[in-house]
């Protein structure tokens, strides 16, 4: 079977039906309906096997962050096939991209976070974090230091582990999760939960939840307490101000190590390299992937701070991946950090991006379906609601107006995501302010169609 970008929309349809098996996905609906084939993309913008151009409000999956088609990249990836397509980093081998890239992460990560432990995804990398961070303790003479600490609705990955760390109920529903010794505390999603309390007081409120559960198991058997400076899939949750540092004090007084999953928000989303510098935050590790390699190859991992990864040298650590530090994927890496180094990708999000969505985003609040309109850097979500004055949530099953919304969304030719009834957006961090603007007003359309739907 040849692969073809021009074959006819129901035949690719026809064909991903019977064998494609989607993740996060209701296969029979979507079998039912047909999936929209995406065929190529530049900038911003997917073209679908029909020929309509969609603006991706989404980097794909919050990854593409330099934008599609860039052919530097293209070709890093070509060179780095003719002359080392593949080797391992594990038997006492190393090669050049997989170095070169350790060590232009340890150049760019803030503190004495030099040193990475490569995977292939932000899924795998927080395994890695599971048993690094324990065998850690254990190296320590602490081996009861095993249980992690997570958070509701965070998201860390959909692997055994992974989807253990994250607090998604309804993943937690199949398959046995989460696994023994990963334990949870509420979010700080004030709009969603916040009740009667200040932004502040309910940011507090929700850190020291931490110390209690801390106090709760007993430090002393307490491994890491793990969280996304800003919560992605769980909806686009920003921290209230008082939160991060409440957080960095707990941690430090009870010496527990801190994991920030920066899979989002590291290079560039919001607007420094990494989530924790926007937040001043001093994680131990941090986990990372996507915007990595801005999508364009599967590659993540662990940057560890010099104690961990002193301690952890001590004794062979019995873990890896085949392609932990893939050559061509760690060359196309790299060659990602120089265009967003070079074009002052990251300097523009914090100068000139960030500000305009957070003008043009914030100014959706005025809507009648909108209980609250919010940005971080280029992450953005909308909160959608009968009645803005008591936060109220719909009475419909949870997430169906959000859903709605997002099928009206992508008629309109705009990749939005729901989160039960939160839309969310976080482009590639190119995106032009008249980009902006064309995607504002798309999602703009989007909240009418859905208001009226609901009339
Ligand atoms: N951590 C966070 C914060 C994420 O958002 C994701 C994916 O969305 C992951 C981990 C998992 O990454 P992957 O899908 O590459 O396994």
């Known amino acids: 079977m040849t692969l073809s970008n021009t074959a006819p929309t129901a035949e690719l349809q026809a064909l991903d039906a019977a064998h494609h098996m989607h993740p996060f996905t209701a ?127 965070g998201y860390h990955g959909s692997t055994m582990g992974g989807g253990s760390l994250g607090g998604m109920a309804g993943m937690h529903a199949q398959g046995g999760l989460p696994i023994p010794g990963i ?10 939960e916040g009740g009667e ?119 062979e650590f019995n873990h890896g991946y085949t392609y932990s530090g893939h050559p061509v994927a760690a060359a196309v890496a790299l060659e990602n950090l120089r265009i967003l180094e070079e074009e002052g990708i990251i300097a523009r999000v914090r100068a000139e991006a960030a500000p305009y969505l957070a003008q043009a985003w914030g100014a959706l609040a005025d809507h009648p379906l909108v209980g609250e309109a919010v940005s971080r850097g280029m992450m953005a979500s909308l909160a959608l609601t009968p009645d803005k004055a008591s936060r109220a949530r719909f009475a419909a099953e949870a997430g169906t107006v959000g859903y709605i919304a997002r099928e009206y969304s992508f008629g309109n030719n705009l990749v939005m995501r729901h989160v039960g009834d939160r839309l969310i957006i976080a482009p590639p961090l190119v995106i032009s302010t008249d980009d902006m603007d064309a995607l504002v007003a798309r999602a703009r359309k989007t909240l009418d169609q859905t208001h009226a739907h609901l009339q």
């Not at 200040?198 to 709760?216: D, S, V, W, Y």
């Open 27 to 153: 296969n029979g609906a979507l079998g039912a309906k047909g999936a929209r084939i995406i065929t190529r993309a530049k900038g911003v913008r997917l073209t679908d096997s029909d020929g309509a151009e969609l603006i991706d409000g989404m980097a794909g999956l919050w990854c593409v962050n330099i934008g599609y088609g860039r052919e530097e990249l293209a070709e890093a990836a070509a060179r780095q096939m003719r002359e080392l397509p593949y080797y391992n980093t594990f038997f006492q081998t190393s090669h050049v991209p997989a170095l070169t890239l350790a060590a232009k992460l340890a150049e760019l990560a803030p503190g004495d976070l030099n040193h990475v432990f490569f995977a292939c995804s932000g899924s795998e990398a927080n395994d890695t974090n599971i048993r690094m961070v324990r065998q850690y303790w254990a190296l320590k003479g602490q081996p009861a230091r095993r249980t992690i600490i997570a958070r509701h609705n």
């Open 183 to 192: 334990v949870h505390i509420d979010q700080p999603y004030w709009w969603g």
């Open 197 to 315: 309390m200040t932004p502040e007081a309910f940011g507090l409120a929700r850190a020291r939840q931490l110390e209690e559960k801390i106090l709760e198991l007993g430090a002393e058997n307490v491994a890491a307490f793990i969280a996304e400076p800003v919560q992605g899939a769980g909806g686009v949750i920003i921290p209230p101000d008082s939160y991060w540092p409440e957080i960095q004090r707990i941690v430090d007084k009870y010496g527990i190590l801190l994991i920030a999953d920066e899979v989002i928000t590291g290079f560039g989303r919001l607007g420094h390299w990494f989530g924790s510098q926007s937040y001043g935050i001093r994680p131990h590790i941090m986990t990372i992937a996507k915007g990595l390699s801005s999508g364009y190859q599967p590659i993540g991992g662990s940057i560890v701070c010099d104690e961990v990864a002193h301690t952890i040298a001590q004794d």
